[in-house]
């Protein structure tokens, strides 16, 4: 090979510096945004002051085995406050980023996917925050360990779960916005041919995941509603909230199974051209089978769940 | 070369910048000779590579040859690239060019190329990526398949005529 053609082949120095500035800034913010913390399982909580128990000796044994048998008020609202406090110092944190990524923007030193990301961020820790706010209303209004379960009744007067349940629904209505925008950027790489249709599905697969959940959501609010109205008994509220998951569960089941099967026939395609090998193909069968696996068995906890009497 | 690559699942971001200076050069050298010199395609090609590392390394777990996984990446950002849109028709001649190296120079040769290399079963393809764009020759690809030379030379033989049935209709008579 000449020398002029050895030239041609050598990288900008220019491009080099962006991409390594582009880089090192994406891996800075990966750093800074993990994702946030999630309230931990309340049995494991208990299970972990029974351990805390376990260490303290006979005295923190007895407090431990307080906390499991007796209303507990102060050490509730302590931890819902420390909870609370740590959820909102991490927003705040978030707010903060966002507002450095906009000036940032705005000086056109960052990318519409870094907004996007920090936007995300936020919108995780500003659900976070206020779920944790109500926790703690509710731990002080009533002493007790906050419900999510349809049938709950209210605590001093407010309706915790179904405000619990408003504050998803912002969530996942803010998610689907910010999922619509990375949709369009894998359109305009999948136009360009740098992204392959089956992440361009893939994504459409997370946004019928999504439109499941919002739609679950929007159900047991109305469940709550008509539960706090009289309309249904506890054991009904809770038999509605379950069939509107599971509902859910097979609808995202069904939405996974049209795209894999879409992606099948695209890997048939591939693999007749000679453009695909026999492994590959293997290996989108396989993904088509489980998703046919997973539809069923959804549909049938679905069919068990409506078999079962009301009570 | 040697790369110092660590093993847990996310590397530092040191690291990071270290393996991307010590291998960028030497990607997009890859991809440019792939498709003849454009230097706004090598460039796109090149940095969708890298994101892509940065999307699956942290969760994946840095592989044990990253060079070769982000050469693997770019090939294949390639192929999709030249797959989606038919090539101009070239001259005979301009074909014959690509043994020599006109596909590092010539982007339209390079498209063909790529167009009907993706149109071929993945073991002629790469024998003929290595034959046509690393200019190979057949001693050294004998060695690293553990084959005669003019076992090579055979599959050699029918990989091109599988390429040019591939490129017949892109030929100009």
Known sequence: ?311 | MSYSVRSERVSPAEDWLDLYRATVGDLYGYVSRRCGGQRALAEDVVQETWLRALASWPSAGTPKDPPAWLKTVARNLLLNHYRRAAPEPLAPERLEQLRDGAAGSDPEAAALLHWGLGRLARGPARLLEAFYLDQRDTASLAAELGLSERAVEGRLRRARLQLQRKLAPRILA
């Open chain 1, 1 to 311: 090979m000449n020398h002029t053609l050895s030239q041609a082949h050598v990288a900008d120095p220019d491009f080099v510096r962006y991409l390594g500035w582009q880089l090192e800034h994406e891996l800075r913010r990966r750093a800074r945004f993990a994702p946030p913390p999630r309230r931990p399982a309340r049995l494991l909580a208990v299970a972990a002051l029974v351990l805390a128990g376990a260490t303290l000796g006979a005295g923190g044994m007895a407090a431990a085995a307080a906390v499991q048998d007796a209303p507990h008020k102060a050490v509730r609202i302590e931890r819902a406050r420390v909870a609370a406090a740590a959820a909102v110092e991490r927003q705040r944190f978030f707010e903060a980023a966002w507002q450095e990524t906009m000036r940032l923007r705005a000086d056109a030193m960052t990318s519409d996917s870094e907004v996007h990301a920090v936007e995300a961020a936020l919108g995780a820790a500003t659900t976070e925050a206020r779920l944790r706010i109500l926790d703690l209303e509710e731990v002080e209004a009533g002493g007790q360990e906050p419900s999510d379960a349809l049938s709950a009744p209210r605590v001093g007067g407010r309706d915790f779960v179904g405000e619990r349940l408003a504050v998803r629904l912002a969530d996942l209505a803010g998610a689907n916005t910010l999922l619509d925008a990375r949709m369009q950027r894998a359109r305009e790489l999948h136009e360009a041919g740098f992204a392959s249709a089956a992440e361009v599905q893939a994504l459409e697969q997370e946004r019928s995941t999504l439109a499941g959940s919002f739609h679950a959501l929007e159900a047991s609010a109305g469940i709550r509603g008509q539960f706090l109205a009289g309309a249904l008994s506890p054991q009904q509220a809770e038999r509605e909230g379950a069939l509107a998951r599971s509902l859910a569960h097979l609808e995202a089941a069904a939405a996974a199974e049209t795209g894999a099967r879409a992606a099948l026939q695209a890997a048939q395609a591939l693999y007749a051209a000679g453009a695909l090998g026999a492994a590959e193909l293997r290996a989108s069968e396989r993904t088509a089978r489980e998703a046919e696996a997973a539809r069923r068995l959804s549909e049938l906890d679905l069919r068990l769940l409506e078999s079962l009497p009301p009570r």
